[in-house]
């Protein structure tokens, strides 16, 4: 059972603060998670309490939410037995928070972070009090086969944009997805090659200064001049690592972050103040629908405003068949959202990040219902990061075939998909490598 609940403050990968958490069970045992943070954050994203106290951390401070694992969290949950987590997480949002707003639980009085991290921590207690992997016991929770697993394909981000970078790029991110590997393993060597390409090409075309990397690891080469150019760029590298043929490509355009909601335009001239590349939604869809035609675009994540339904409608119905259309800061991982985008069909994938809804019970209820629908599941990691790689056995419990976790460079996105190695060496034959089945593992 739970004896007891500490947390404290520690730093994310950006240098702001975030919230860990350790539950601390009876026999003396403890677990451990931290929560990430995002950048180019959802506006419908369960709240994250952070002090606002501009003489600390310039207001990023959360003594806050570390109080209220301590004073409110910790007293409710002693005593209780720590593989009760759905119990618990409804214990947790319902009623020891209990704030609410048209989109469900919204957690506003305890904040999301200080849940998600007992959360989290208690799954890995659950894991430990049953003897079995995270992985297992995460699979178990969803309902999920036991016998054989799936290890995802990693869509790594090669090149950084958007909030995440100081370039003139507006789409946030240029993924390499290996799915023609035949593991995960392989995908991930088949990745960091073609990523050490990459760096030799932006060097010799840019100058040394075009190899610094963004947020997420990514390249943030500051001449790029548009998506086409990084796109050929890419396609270039993958070829000199010998590679081609091997690898499909995905974008995340984050374009709530270039949507402008006084005309309903989208400027992909922003971060130049030229603004001498406003286009029209319709505009846009012929953008990504192009793109899509000529590169061998498979997944794309956030095209449009997080409330412009019906572009995103337009586009999943004109190119949905052929690619994944992935819903982020549209759906925020949260139950009710992603019941509306299956009704009004606004996309056929949903991003998953755990921190977006604030509790591990939602995050699995999301991603049945998404799944359940026939959409594919990306598990994905923030901008803001820690050492945890909680989503790496999440991924592989889930059985979503897919993540992101930025580039094969940085330890904290590079924590995750080791992890997932670790994981498939020890499934040997159980585990089966999603590689072409990444919307649909369900056939594996
Ligand atoms: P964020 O970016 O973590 O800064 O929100 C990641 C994403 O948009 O997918
Ligand atoms: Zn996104």
Redesign the pocket.
């Known amino acids: 059972t739970i004896a007891q609940l500490k947390a404290r403050e520690i730093l994310d990968s950006r240098g702001n603060p975030t919230i860990e958490a350790d539950v601390i069970t009876s026999t003396g045992h403890v677990f451990r998670a931290a929560v ?7 506006i419908y994203e369960a709240l994250e309490l952070r002090d606002k106290d501009e003489k600390r951390y310039l207001g990023k401070g959360v003594l806050h939410a570390v109080d209220n694992v301590h004073k409110i969290l910790s007293p409710a949950l002693k005593g209780l037995n720590v593989v009760d987590q759905s119990k618990i997480d409804k214990l947790m949002v319902e009623q020891l928070d209990g704030t609410q707003n048209e989109w469900g639980w919204c957690k506003q009085k305890v904040g999301a972070n200080a849940i998600l991290a007992v959360s989290l921590a208690l799954a890995r207690a659950g894991a430990h009090d049953k003897k079995i992997p995270l992985y297992h016991y995460l699979a178990e929770l969803a309902g999920k086969r036991t016998d054989k697993f799936v290890t995802p394909v990693p869509s790594l981000n090669i090149i950084n944009g ?3 970078a100081g370039n003139s790029l507006e789409i ?2 240029f993924m390499i997805m290996p799915t023609g590997a035949s593991s995960f393993r392989e995908a991930m060597r088949i990745g960091a090659e073609t990523y050490h390409h990459l760096s030799k090409l932006l060097k010799k075309k840019y100058g040394k200064s075009a190899s610094n990397v963004g ?2 690891g990514g390249f943030g080469a500051p001449q790029i001049k548009d998506e086409n150019e990084t796109l050929e760029l890419i396609l270039e590298a993958i070829q000199s690592a010998g590679h081609t043929g091997k690898i499909d490509i995905a974008l ?1 355009a ?1 374009a709530s972050e270039f949507f402008d909601g006084k005309t309903g335009n989208y400027n992909l001239s922003q971060k130049t103040g030229k603004n001498d590349r406003i286009l029209t939604p319709d505009q846009l869809i012929d953008l990504y629908a192009n793109l899509a035609s000529h590169y061998p675009i498979k997944s794309i ?2 095209p449009f405003d997080q409330d412009d339904f019906s572009s995103y409608q337009k586009l999943t119905k004109r190119i949905g068949d052929k690619i994944q259309i992935v819903g ?2 549209l759906l925020v991982t949260n139950p009710k959202r992603v019941q509306s985008g299956i009704d009004g069909k606004w996309v056929n994938a949903l ?1 998953l ?1 755990v921190n977006q809804i604030g509790s591990v019970t939602e995050s699995i209820e999301a991603s049945n219902m998404s799944q359940r629908a026939g959409w594919g599941v990306m598990v ?5 990061e820690t050492e945890d790689n909680f989503i790496g056995d999440l991924v592989v419990g889930l059985g979503t075939g897919e993540i ?1 976790s930025g580039a094969p460079c940085r330890s904290d996105r590079l924590a995750k998909y080791n992890q997932i190695m670790r994981i498939e060496e020890e499934l040997g034959n159980r585990a089966v490598y999603a590689g072409h089945h990444f919307r649909d593992t369900s056939k594996l």
């Open positions: 990430p943070s995002g950048a180019s954050t959802g958007g909030a995440h946030q991110e947020d997420e995340d984050a994540e956030d982020d800061d991003l990040k994905s990691h923030r901008s803001g992101k």
